[in-house]
């Protein structure tokens, strides 16, 4: 028993006590994630100063029109009262009364989660439906001349075009926005990712196959993984193209959020709500951009930084 006690001692005395998760224990386990991205995040902050501090100088000097183009002090200074117009949230807020609605920041949490939502469910599925799809098309012959040309067809076709038969499939709501996002992003990333997989070096195939690796073996232990780092800077790229098309989906009116906010505020002639959107969706497209590349920093470790996409991590 002595010997088991021994051993609990030394499992528990690994593990970090109730009393060590506070302040100091969270910031000592923060202090490696910001030695190594402080920096970036660092001159993050002093390129966007950099630009607001030009705006702001050119509202002082008379340059920029308050009415037009007010500076962010002004548009970021009245939260709350920009928060107000995000008050159409109250219809999906469960359990306050919709004559009353969510409080300004619940409103703007609200539109903020809708819109975060359609673009990463759209991401998502055109993602993984691009890479099957890129895969039938090079693994079976048949299935490239007859999807191929179809697929290179479609690719040039506008996401707007596709809006009245999103409107007809799903009518109002998420449905239509995810979907334009989705037929927005899968067929540049199907092409995006025969590319890929076109090249590949050759030289690993033919020592897969010397090795008696069968097709199956060469494209899920060779292909897949030499694919892999070009496959999520594309999904990087397309994160943005996903944020405009579902922006555009909402202005229209087939799903509430940033979107029809802006929307809102150009019919309204509110400019200092246009660029507070901006400013929320340009937050958000620059933390899930970092998100990414922290996620690429760990699947492709055994790459070394500067390749893969690896270089802004």
Known sequence: MS?????????????????????????????????????????????????AGIWEFLWYIGVADQR????PHIFLGDFAGQAKNFNTAKRWEIGVDPSSGPTPLGAVIITIASSTMRVLAGLAIAAIA???????????????????????????????????????????GNGPAI??????????MTLATITQIDSVNRNYINVARTM????????????????????????????????MVVLVAEATGVGYGLGQIISMARNTFNPGLVFFTIVIIGVLG???????????RRLLFWLPKGQGGLGGG
């Open 130 to 172: 691009s890479l099957c799809m890129g895969v039938l098309i090079r693994y079976y012959s048949l299935a490239e001349k007859l999807i191929l040309p179809t697929v290179t067809l479609l690719a040039p076709v506008s996401p707007v075009a596709w809006l009245p038969v999103a409107i007809f499939m799903f009518g109002i």
């Open 212 to 243: 008696g690796a069968s097709k199956r073996q060469i494209y899920t232990r060779v292909i897949l993984p030499a694919i892999l780092p070009g496959l999520l800077v594309v999904l990087r790229l397309n994160l943005f193209g996903a944020w």
């Open 286 to 296: 620059f933390t899930f951009d970092f998100a990414l590349r922290l996620l690429q």
């Open 3 to 51: 010997g088991v006690r021994a051993i609990s001692a030394k499992i528990d005395s690994g593990r970090p006590a109730a009393h060590d998760l506070s302040v100091p224990f969270l910031l000592r386990a923060a202090i490696p994630f910001f030695r190594e991205h402080g920096p970036k995040l660092g001159w993050a902050l002093v390129s966007i100063g950099l630009f």
């Open 179 to 188: 979907f334009m996002v989705f037929i927005a992003l899968f067929f540049t």
């Open 68 to 71: 037009l183009l007010p500076p």
